[in-house]
C-alpha cells in the first residue's frame, strides 16, 4: 500500500461535549505538530500524582481536514496510528470507526466506507488519561500517523515477513512470506516479485513466482531466497539488507522491508549466542518520555537516545513496560542494540485504579498481535517479555495466564524467546503478609524474614524472600513456561538456580544500579545468566524521586518513596533526561570492562557528614566537578572508580594518598582547595590510567551547540542544542546557574527545552529555563528547508547564536 506521513494539519483541545457547547464553555482548537503530548502542557499542581510527576489527567480531541480524490474510491484506505494515550476513539465525518484502550499499540482505522470522495472529509480522535499509569505517560496522539491506500489487490500493511533460516560464512536461507489481500469479486492471479539487496543497494538475491488469490481472502506467497558470502546483523557490525516486494511491476503496490541476516540459540552452558558467538547483554531499561519533549516520540529523539546509550555501553534495551516505538526500533537496528520489547505492566490485576488490567481479558490478544507485527523484521529484537512485575504470577491462576501468553507468542512469531518480567518478592507479597498477620510475625521480624523488616530495609532483605523455599515453589511454573527466566531485584537466585533448576536460563530484567558491581561478576561467571538490565538507563518523567539522594536527620521520619511536588523526574538514571552522563554510567563502564581510565566524582560539601538515606535506586549526590565556591577548606568526599589494585589522588600536583580499590571504587576526605583534582590507577605499582577536574574560573560565557548543522525538514528530524556555562577555558561551571533565554527565528520552531534538575517548576514549552548544574538543552523542529536561528542569552554572558541548516526530506 502506498504510505505517506498523516503528520500534518491536525487541530487540538480539550474534548468537550454537546452541552458544554450550548452554553459557551468550550475551548477553540489550536494547530498542533503530531507527534504530540497533550499533558505536557497541562499545569501541574501539588494535589496530582506523584508517579505521574504531578501532572493531571484529561480528556482530549484532535482533528483534522483533508481531501480524498475521487479516483480513490474503491481502494482500500487506512489511516494508522503509531500509538494513542489512551483509549482513543475514531471517527471519520462524524461516524464511529475504531478505538483502541491500550496507549501503546499501534493500530489502524478503515476509513474507507466513511468518507465522501472528491470532497473534504474530516477525522476526529478522542484520547483520555486518568490514575492509570505508575510513570509519566503522556497522552494524546504522541506517536506517527499514517494515510495507506491500496488498490483492490495488494499487499497487506505488514504483509511482508523474512526470516533467516539458515545462515553461515558461506551463505544464508533467508525465507520471504509475503501476504496478498484481494477484495475484488474474482479470482486473482497476480506476478509477485522478489529481491534482497545489501547496503550499498547490490543485488545478493531475487526470486518470482505467481500468487493466486480467491475473492474477499487472502493468500500468502512464501519463497527461499538464498544470499552468498552475507554480512550479518550483529551490535558491532550491524549489517542490514532490504527486501522489496512487488506485485506485477505496480509501484503502487511495492514494498520495501529491512531486515538483518541473523541467528540465535540459547542453552544453559553457551548461554546466548549470537551467529554463533557466546554474547552477555549490558541492558538498559527504559521508559518511553523524551525528556523536554515529553512522550511526544520523534524519530531523531529516538535515535539519539540509542546513540548515547550505546556509547556508555550499553548493547541492550529493555522497554519497560510496554511496546517500544517503531523509530526506536528502526534506531536499535541501525546502529546495533539489542532489543527485549515488553508488552505489559499488568495483567488482570490493577496496578493503578484505571489502568488496562480493566481491558486487559478483552484486548490482550489483539495487542500482543500489534507488538510482533510492529517486531518481526526488525533483527535487534531478540527477546519479547510478557509482563512486568504481575502481581498473580505466584498465584494459581498466574501460571495460566502466563502460558497463555507465552504460547501465543510463540505462534506469532517462534524465531524469538519469551521471557516475563517477574519480581519474585512482589510475587509472595501477599503471603509475607498473611505472615505478619499471624502468631510467627514478630518472630519472623526477629528473624529478618518479616514484611515489616523488608519494608525498613529492602535492598538488604530482597535476597532473604528471594532464595526461599516459599519463592521458589510459588514461581516454579511461572518460570517453567518460559524460554529465559527475567527477574527483576533477583540476583541471589543465580547460583541457586543452577543447582536446583540447571535447565533454566536467566535474565535479570531490572537490577538496582548500585549493586552492578556484585551483579556483573555473576553474570560472567555462569553461563546460563545471559545479561542484566538497569533500573535504569536514561532518567524519565515520573516515579519521582525514587533515586534522589537523602540524608536522615536524627530524631526525623525518613521521607516518603517518591518525592514531593514539585519534583519531576525519577532521578535514578544513568543518563539524566538531556542524555548527559552522570557518575552512576562512568561506574558501570568500568565494571563493564570498557573503560580503563578511573573517574572522579565529588560528593557535595554541604552534605558532609551527614548520613545518607538514599533508596537502592540512589546514587550517591557526587558530580563530576572541583568548583565549590564558598566550600573553600571545608571537607569534600572524592569518590574515584576504576579497575587495578589502588588509586591515588592529587590536589594541584599534591599527593593526597593511595587507598586500594575494592569493587572498582574507592574515597578520599580531603579539603577542598581550587585547583586541579586528579585520580592515577595502579595495578602491580603500574600506573593504568587517570582522570582529572579542573575548577572553572569566572563564568566568561554561554556556550551554545548543535549536535548536527544539518537536519532534513521531514521524517522526525530534530536539532539538539546543548548549553553550557564555561568559564574562558571552556570548564563547565556548575556553580553558576541561571536562567536562559531562548529566541528562534527562520524555518523551524522550539520543540522543547528544559535541564535535568529533578525538582523544579519550570515547563519544557517556554523559552526561558534556569540550568542545572551548568547545562541545559533546547530541541528545535524544524517546519521547512531552509534555516533556523537560535540565539541564547543569560545574565552576565554574550548572547550565543547557532544556526542550523534544514534541507528536502528524501
Known amino acids: 500500500m502506498k504510505r505517506t506521513s498523516f503528520n500534518d494539519g491536525w487541530e487540538f483541545g480539550p474534548k468537550g461535549n454537546q452541552f458544554a457547547e450550548l452554553s459557551g464553555g468550550t475551548t477553540p482548537y489550536r494547530p498542533v505538530p503530531v507527534p ?19 501532572f493531571p489527567g484529561g480528556a482530549y480531541e484532535y482533528r483534522k481536514t483533508f481531501h480524498v480524490p475521487a479516483e480513490d474510491e474503491g481502494k482500500r484506505i487506512l489511516v494508522e496510528f503509531e500509538g494513542v494515550y489512551r483509549g482513543a476513539m475514531v471517527y471519520v465525518n462524524g461516524a464511529y470507526v475504531t478505538q483502541r484502550p491500550y496507549g501503546y499499540s499501534q493500530f ?63 551463505r544464508a536461507v533467508v525465507e520471504v512470506a509475503v501476504r496478498i489481500e484481494n477484495d475484488e469479486r474474482v479470482l486473482r492471479t497476480v506476478r509477485l516479485g522478489m529481491e534482497i539487496t545489501d547496503a550499498d543497494g547490490r543485488a545478493v538475491a531475487t526470486g518470482t513466482a ?89 524519530a531523531r529523539a529516538e535515535e539519539r537516545r540509542v546513540e548515547l546509550l550505546k556509547d556508555a555501553g550499553f548493547n541492550a534495551i529493555r522497554m ?215 533500573w535504569t538507563g536514561w532518567d524519565y518523567l515520573g516515579e519521582v524521586g525514587i533515586g534522589r539522594p537523602q540524608y536522615r536527620t536524627e530524631g526525623e521520619p525518613p521521607e516518603s518513596f517518591m518525592a514531593a511536588y514539585p519534583h519531576l523526574t525519577a532521578d535514578c538514571g544513568d543518563l539524566d533526561i538531556t542524555g548527559h552522563r552522570r557518575p552512576a554510567s562512568y561506574y558501570r563502564e568500568i565494571v563493564f570492562g570498557l573503560r580503563t581510565d578511573p573517574y572522579l566524582a565529588v560528593r557535595r560539601p554541604q552534605h558532609h557528614g551527614k548520613t545518607y538515606a538514599g533508596t537502592p535506586w540512589a546514587w550517591s549526590d557526587a558530580i563530576s566537578s572541583w568548583t565549590w565556591p564558598g566550600f573553600e577548606d571545608a571537607p569534600v568526599t572524592v569518590e574515584v572508580y576504576g579497575t587495578g589494585d589502588e588509586a591515588e589522588l592529587f590536589i594541584s600536583g599534591r599527593s593526597q594518598g593511595r587507598r586500594p580499590l575494592e569493587s572498582f571504587r574507592t574515597e578520599f576526605d580531603v579539603p577542598y582547595e581550587p585547583g586541579e583534582l586528579l585520580a592515577v590507577t595502579y595495578t602491580g605499582g603500574a600506573e593504568t590510567g587517570r582522570h582529572a577536574v579542573r575548577t572553572a574560573g569566572a563564568l ?81 523542529r524544524p517546519t521547512g528547508p531552509g534555516e533556523i536561528c537560535l540565539v541564547a542569552s543569560a545574565r552576565d554572558c554574550d548572547p550565543v547564536k547557532v544556526t542550523v541548516a534544514v534541507q528536502e526530506g528524501r
Open 108 to 170: 489502524r482505522a478503515d476509513i474507507g466506507p466513511h468518507l465522501r470522495y472528491g470532497a473534504t472529509n474530516e477525522i476526529r480522535v478522542e484520547a483520555r488519561t486518568h490514575q492509570d499509569s505508575r510513570w509519566y505517560t503522556g497522552a494524546g496522539i504522541y506517536r506517527d500517523t499514517w494515510l495507506l491506500i491500496g488498490g483492490p489487490v495488494r499487499i497487506a500493511p505488514e504483509g511482508v515477513r523474512v526470516t533467516t533460516l539458515e545462515s553461515d560464512q558461506e
Open 700 to 780: 566568561d560565557r554561554l556556550r551554545a551547540e548543535s549536535d548536527r548543522g544539518v537536519i532534513t525538514a521531514t521524517g522526525g528530524d530534530l536539532a539538539f542544542v546543548s548549553l553550557t556555562l564555561t568559564d574562558a577555558t571552556g570548564t563547565c561551571h556548575p556553580a553558576a546557574d541561571r536562567s536562559v533565554r531562548l529566541e528562534v527565528t527562520g524555518d523551524g520552531v522550539l520543540a522543547g527545552f528544559g535541564s535535568a534538575r529533578p525538582s523544579t517548576d519550570e515547563r519544557f514549552d517556554m523559552p526561558d529555563h534556569h540550568t542545572y548544574e551548568g547545562r541545559a538543552l533546547a530541541i528545535l
Open 210 to 298: 505467481p500468487v493466486t488469490a480467491e475473492p474477499g481472502q487472502q493468500a500468502i506467497a512464501r519463497q527461499r531466497l538464498y544470499v552468498r558470502d552475507p554480512a550479518l546483523w550483529s551490535p558491532e557490525q550491524p549489517a542490514l539488507h532490504t527486501a522489496t516486494i512487488t506485485l506485477d511491476d505496480d509501484r503502487d503496490t511495492t514494498e520495501h522491508t529491512t531486515f538483518g541476516i541473523r541467528t540465535l540459540r540459547l542453552d544453559p552452558t553457551h548461554g546466548l549466542r549470537l551467529n554463533g558467538t557466546p554474547v552477555k547483554l549490558r541492558g538498559a531499561c527504559v521508559h518511553h518520555d523524551n525528556g523536554p519533549l515529553g512522550a511526544a516520540t520523534y
Open 36 to 54: 504530540h503530548d497533550a499533558m505536557l502542557g497541562r499545569q501541574r499542581t501539588a494535589d496530582g500524582n506523584s508517579a505521574g510527576a504531578y
Open 320 to 534: 519497560s513496560h510496554h511496546p517500544m516505538s517503531s523509530a526506536m526500533l528502526t534506531a536499535c537496528d541501525r546502529l546495533g542494540m539489542f532489543v527485549v520489547d515488553e508488552t505489559f505492566d499488568m495483567w488482570t490485576s490493577g496496578k493503578s485504579a484505571f489502568d488496562y488490567s480493566l481491558h486487559f481479558a478483552e484486548w490482550w490478544e489483539r495487542d500482543l498481535e500489534a507488538m510482533v507485527a510492529k517486531d518481526y523484521n526488525h533483527p535487534s529484537v531478540i527477546m519479547y517479555s510478557i509482563g512486568n512485575e504481575i502481581p498473580e504470577t505466584a498465584s494459581p491462576v498466574g501460571p495460566v495466564w502466563g502460558r497463555r501468553l507465552a504460547e501465543k507468542t510463540r505462534a506469532l512469531d517462534p524465531t524469538r524467546y519469551v521471557t516475563n518480567s517477574i519480581n519474585t518478592t512482589l510475587a509472595v507479597m501477599d503471603d509475607l503478609s498473611a505472615m505478619d498477620q499471624n502468631e510467627d510475625a514478630q518472630q519472623a521480624d526477629e528473624d529478618g524474614t518479616g514484611i515489616n523488616t523488608f519494608m525498613a530495609d529492602a535492598a538488604a532483605h530482597m535476597d532473604a524472600i528471594n532464595t526461599s523455599e516459599l519463592v521458589t515453589r510459588k514461581t516454579e511454573e511461572s518460570f517453567a513456561l518460559l524460554d529465559v527466566a527475567g527477574m527483576n531485584y533477583a540476583e541471589a537466585r543465580y547460583d541457586l538456580d543452577r543447582k536446583l533448576f540447571p535447565n533454566r536460563i536467566i535474565l535479570g530484567t531490572e537490577t538496582l544500579p548500585t549493586h552492578i558491581d556484585r551483579i556483573w561478576p555473576l553474570v560472567k561467571e555462569h553461563g546460563h545468566v545471559i545479561g542484566d538490565f538497569t
